[in-house]
């Protein structure tokens, strides 16, 4: 597990600034994870960003809200492997409405892991800056969907594969970027935050996610940028 100081150097990474809630944050490998040495920002993402380059059926403004007790899975295909995750709308019904929206209109297709953060988590989602093959490497962790969303309030606890929302400081900014947390010792950190809406968890293909956080990042001074970002190749959505 890390210790609580270097976690919370790794939350301030995932600060807006170095666009990780408006959009993410990051992780580590196999092994015992080490955490970043200095402080790093929370997940944190730009706000709503402009418009995106997603379909042209994404939506314009906030889609409605999950409806209470549905679940959902989402289905992560990268050339690492599949990634599994469990939406459940109790934990965040705003954040799982808006993330089932956009999956749906195909706006996660080709969006890259921006940020990777070892031993704490990865970042992604950002459709406007961060769509391969034309990342925009100096703006990606910046953009959004053209809107944000409402805050959901954090009822569970983060730890390993818990997928939540990415935000800015400023209440109600999340917009499409999401994290997933590599390690349980990422708790306190964010739990000290406790901002960002926790839709599920990943129930299967952590080994890809470790994977995805093993590859090589420009550390913390430069936002533990992915140098070569692994994309989202689909991201689907199906409901039991």
Known sequence: MMADRPIVAALSAISLAIG??????????????????????PPAASSAGGPSTGASTCPKAAPPHAAAGSTAIATIT????????????DLGPAAVGNFIALAGCGFYDGVVFHRLVPGFVIQGGDGQFGRSPNVDRAR??????????????????????TVAMARTSEAHSGGSQFFIVLDDGARPALAQYNTYAIMGKVTSGMEVVDAIAAMPNAGEAAGNAALDPIAMTK?????P
Not at 78 to 89: H, N, S, W
């Open 20 to 41: 990780l809630v408006a959009a993410g944050c990051s992780s580590p490998a196999t092994s015992a994870p080490t955490a970043p040495s200095s402080p790093a920002p």
């Open 78 to 89: 990268t050339p690492k492997g599949t990634i599994v995750i469990k939406l459940e709308a």
């Open 140 to 161: 990606v962790g910046q953009g959004g969907p053209g809107y944000t969303i409402d805050d959901d309030p954090v009822t569970a606890q983060y730890g390993r594969g």
């Open 235 to 239: 991201v689907a959505v199906t409901t």
